[in-house]
């Protein structure tokens, strides 16, 4: 597949760094879902026919927390295009969501439970729903 040369050795150093795990936004909730005595599983590939791995796995409960990056994954408030090679990357993110919605639909089929929690979510707030989700269960 055609990759578009960065635009800038700015941009290059960015993207070459982007963490694909263990990111802020899925460290920050992980802290406090474990401050709440929530104990997990992580990176598990919940369907041994798909390469996709989760983020976090409640497995008795059978939730999936899936923690996704705005630009990476095409947030409804918060994405936003670029400027350089523009159809490149909106061929990019429509494909990640088209996946993303794929991943969930047979997830949910298999019996799991999904909750998205976007990077720009408050820790608590997004702990709240998930601790919800998995002690309702209990």
Do not use: Y
Not at 22 to 41: Q, S, V, Y
Not at 78 to 105: G, P, S, V
Not at 116 to 135: C, F, K, N, S
Request: charged share 30%; with cysteine; net charge positive.
């Amino acid at each position: 597949m055609f990759r578009p040369a960065p635009s800038s050795s700015h941009i290059q150093r960015r993207m070459q760094t982007q963490r694909q795990r263990n990111t802020n936004p899925e460290l920050a909730l992980r802290r406090e879902l474990h401050r709440r005595g929530m104990r997990f599983r992580l990176q598990r590939q919940l369907l041994p026919d798909m390469r996709w791995i989760s983020d976090i796995v409640f497995g008795p409960a059978r939730v999936v927390i899936e923690v996704r990056g705005c630009f990476w994954h095409g947030c409804p408030e918060h994405a936003t295009t670029t400027q350089t090679n523009a159809a490149w990357w909106l061929n990019k993110i429509t494909r990640n969501r088209d996946r993303d919605l794929d991943t969930e639909r047979r997830l949910r089929e298999a019996g799991w439970d999904v909750l998205v929690v976007w990077e720009h979510e408050d820790p608590m707030v997004a702990a709240d729903r998930v601790e919800l989700a998995v002690r309702g269960k209990h």
